[in-house]
């Protein structure tokens, strides 16, 4: 099983729609979790953290389900520009790395 | 721009040409990382430099070699690869000393081996 696991798509969205996406993780000692975007043949930028309670950013929310060992993503009124590939990344409690998703790729058609 | 600077953008590279990935970061962070991606795979980490300290060397094959002259340079010196190794090499950079930090990358460098 792999450490962590998304879907890689693509999820082909029209604008404005709401869209989601998890992702799963099998080590229960991971403690940090992130959601990096990479747009086409460019580096990966933070997107967000994603804290325990949740949080939200804008149009963005991230959520995590510890019990479930998943976090989500959830992008409302979706914008051309939101078209990119989103990245997993979690952090093992103690351990210096961070271990990333092969990404889900988005899709924004107009 | 992120701070993070690579040269080259692109790298076409025979197996028995020897060649150099630079990175320079103007962020005054202190941990600088060497990433693979390959297509539609997760990005593998390669090397970590903490306080110009080798930290992490994930079982990368001898072909590639570290340098980390001072907190701020970071270079892949590279030889006799195989046509496996042709991915994008992210350089990246944190403010050094915690876990789980927020990674700056740049660029990348495009290498194809042939």
């Known amino acids: 099983r792999k450490e962590v696991e998304q879907d890689p798509g693509p999820f082909n969205v029209p604008e404005g729609a709401t869209v989601a996406f998890n992702c799963t993780y099998s080590?229960?000692?991971?403690?940090?979790f992130f959601w990096y975007r990479q747009d086409c043949r460019k580096e990966p930028k933070l997107l967000m953290s994603?804290?325990?309670?949740?949080n939200e950013d804008g149009r963005f929310t991230a959520q995590l389900n510890r019990a479930s060992q998943y976090i989500s993503l959830l992008i409302r009124d979706s914008k051309l520009s939101d078209s990119a590939t989103y990245l997993c990344?979690?952090?093992?409690?103690?351990?210096?790395?961070?271990?990333w998703g092969a990404g889900t790729k988005l899709i924004i058609k107009p | 721009e992120t701070g993070v600077t690579q040269t080259p953008r692109h790298l076409v590279m025979g197996m028995t040409n020897k060649k150099s990935l630079k990175c320079e970061q103007h962020?005054?962070?202190?941990?600088m990382y060497w990433y693979k991606q390959s297509a539609k795979k997760p990005l593998e980490l390669m090397f970590v430099?903490?306080?110009?300290?080798?930290?992490e060397n994930n079982s990368v094959p001898s072909r590639f070699s570290p340098e980390c002259p001072n907190s701020s340079h970071l270079f892949l010196h590279l030889h006799t690869l195989q046509p496996e190794d042709s991915a994008l090499y992210l350089c990246?950079?944190?403010?050094?000393?915690?876990?789980?930090?927020?990674?700056?990358f740049g660029s990348g460098t495009q290498l194809s081996v042939l």
């Open positions: 990246a950079s944190s403010q050094g000393g915690g876990l789980g930090e927020k990674l700056f």
């Open positions: 962020l005054g962070h202190n941990a």
């Open positions: 430099y903490n306080f110009k300290e080798q930290t």
């Open positions: 080590n229960s000692a991971s403690q940090s």
């Open positions: 994603v804290y325990s309670s949740g």
């Open positions: 990344v979690v952090n093992i409690r103690g351990n210096y790395q961070l271990i």
